[in-house]
């Protein structure tokens, strides 16, 4: 049973670790992202190509995203086996040619023709590859795929310094040998395809009022980054070594986030804490540098660190979603592809028409404007605005039955908090300073509350998305909590609690309260 054990966990480690690393070869290859066509702009044959190549690949994979999308939503199905056979060739033929292409110099009769063709085949590489490595990311939960997406990040930095660094003709064989790694790596990791989304039951199209109720703040975080990069994409030759390392300090950032356990969701400490204090340090040192010092320059790195961690946070958000398993992964993972890519083409468009000395006061303008949308959205707000009408009134019942409960020795004081706060958080205010013997008093409560819930799970029959949410409700949390924490809608969040007050036979939260005490003894 020990080697069984050991075993899987040393193939699970195996299947992350070529995740890892894959992602690291798809992030530094994928052509439709400016970052990674950036350091061929010093290559002697780019300049008639890049123009027809930039623009044929990102309108074609706006429009291709926008198909997977809605194929999937229709429930149509795309076998990996037949996406792998033709975006794998399409994306290392296609950084074969723009690579080399940009080496040697295309004739400029045939820029047109070369350039639209490269970058269709760039597009169906580009999205496909992308997809898939999203069904490998859905595999996991937003704290593993946030430390997975930032290791993968740092590795296509290392990967994007070579080839900036690198002799021409060697950063053409770098580049190409990772676009073939990509693939070959996707083909490995699919050796464990066969686990299918955890909760996946689509038996109807998926519901966009749902949907963005779950992965806009994510969508809107990556599709803000690709517009900033088309709109510097003019300045962005002279950034890129502030690029590297403003990305370095983001995905620094994002592991220590993962590292760290938050007394709110990681969603919530990640956005509304993590992601919204960089962006005041941002603005409020782009402020003081340019009123106090007349510095100016310094204004793009900082707007690059507060986009790059909005991405790698918005890409785990984004596989988080998918792996909940409310809606198909390719739905999920294409319409953020489209969204990435029209908003790559709005900037390059808006880049047109914006002098370079005012690119970097833009820039600050989109800072403020995400700054202040975080700070009044989803997750800059108490847990109240999110809680289903009546859930105070429900809270005070529980507060007050735990009174009664308690006179009697059945259940303990203060289960449920004050509206708004933590649970943790509610119990810090009436008791003070958290003492060693106090937390591990909380920690025995815990793995007993644990206990009688697997207890309840089993003699009741609920599913393991509804084990999840009980051992939430029995901690001590509402409907708003749960929907942020598991990535699902609200309407479904709630669906869930009433089957499984159904299922229990009770009639609302502090009965299960009550019914998870009795099953403790």
């Given at each position: 049973m020990e080697n069984a054990t050991e075993g899987s966990r040393r193939d699970s480690a195996l299947r992350r670790l070529?995740?890892?690393i894959g992602l690291g070869c798809f992030f530094s290859s994928v052509l439709i992202y400016s970052a990674t066509v950036t350091p061929f702009q010093s290559f002697p044959g780019v300049s008639y190509v890049v123009g027809y190549f930039a623009n044929a690949s990102l309108t074609a994979s706006f429009f291709l995203a926008l198909a997977w999308c809605a194929a999937s939503a229709f429930g149509v199905n795309i076998?990996?086996?037949a996406a792998i056979a033709v975006a794998g060739p399409c994306s290392i033929l296609s950084g074969m040619a723009f690579a080399f292409g940009s080496l040697a110099g295309v004739p400029e009769a045939f820029a047109v023709p070369f350039g639209v063709g490269t970058g269709l085949a760039c597009a169906c590489?580009?999205?496909?590859?992308?997809?898939l490595w999203g069904r490998e990311l859905s595999?996991?939960?937003?704290?593993?795929?946030?430390?997975?997406?930032?290791?993968?990040?740092?590795?296509?930095?290392?990967?994007?310094f070579s080839v900036h660094t690198a002799p021409p003709a060697l950063a053409a064989v770098i580049f190409c040998a990772v676009s073939a790694a990509s693939t070959a790596l996707l083909l490995v990791a699919r050796r464990w395809e066969g686990r299918p989304a955890q909760f996946a039951l689509y038996d109807s199209k998926p519901d966009l009022a749902s949907f963005a109720s779950v992965a806009f703040v994510p969508a809107v975080g990556l599709t803000l980054f690709a517009f900033m990069m088309g709109v510097m994409r003019n300045v962005f030759v002279e950034l890129f070594a502030p690029y590297l390392a403003a990305a370095f300090v983001a995905c620094i950032v994002a592991l220590l986030c993962t590292a760290v356990r938050w007394k709110a969701s990681l969603a919530r400490a990640a956005y509304g804490r993590a992601l919204l204090l960089?962006?005041?340090?941002?603005?409020?040192?782009?402020?003081?540098?340019?009123a106090a010092f007349g510095i100016d320059g310094f204004n793009g790195y900082l707007t690059l660190v507060v986009f790059a961690f909005a991405a790698v946070l918005a890409i785990a958000t984004i596989a988080a979603v998918a792996h909940a398993g409310e809606f198909p992964c390719d739905f999920v993972f294409s319409f953020v592809l489209a969204m990435f890519s029209g908003a790559s083409i709005a900037g390059l468009i808006t880049a047109e028409f914006i002098p370079n000395?005012?690119?970097?006061?833009?820039?600050?303008?989109?800072?403020?404007?995400?700054a202040i949308a975080i700070a009044?959205?989803?997750y800059g707000g108490g847990y109240e605005a999110h809680e289903p009408a009546g859930a105070d009134a429900m809270v005070a019942q529980a507060r007050a039955g735990s009174e009664v409960y308690a006179s009697c020795g059945r259940l303990p004081r203060a289960v449920a908090p004050v509206s708004g706060e933590e649970p943790c958080e509610a119990e810090g205010k009436r008791r003070g300073p958290v003492r060693a013997s106090d937390a591990s008093q909380e920690g025995l409560a815990r793995t007993s509350r644990a206990s009688a819930c697997a207890l309840l799970v089993e003699r009741y029959g609920l599913t393991k998305r509804e084990s999840e949410i009980l051992a939430l409700l029995a901690d001590g949390h509402g409907g708003a909590y749960i929907s942020e924490a598991l990535f699902i809608s609200p309407n479904t969040a709630r669906t869930h609690i009433h089957n499984i007050y159904r299922k229990l036979g009770v009639a609302s939260r502090e009965d299960v309260l009550l019914a998870v005490k009795r099953a403790m003894g």
């Open positions: 070529v995740l890892v076998p990996g086996t590489g580009s999205i496909g590859l992308g997809v595999a996991f939960g937003l704290r593993p795929a946030m430390a997975d997406v930032a290791f993968a990040a740092l590795i296509s930095l290392v990967i994007r960089i962006s005041v340090i941002s603005l409020a040192c782009t402020n003081v540098l340019s000395e005012y690119v970097y006061a833009v820039s600050v303008a989109i800072t403020a404007v995400y009044l959205g989803q």
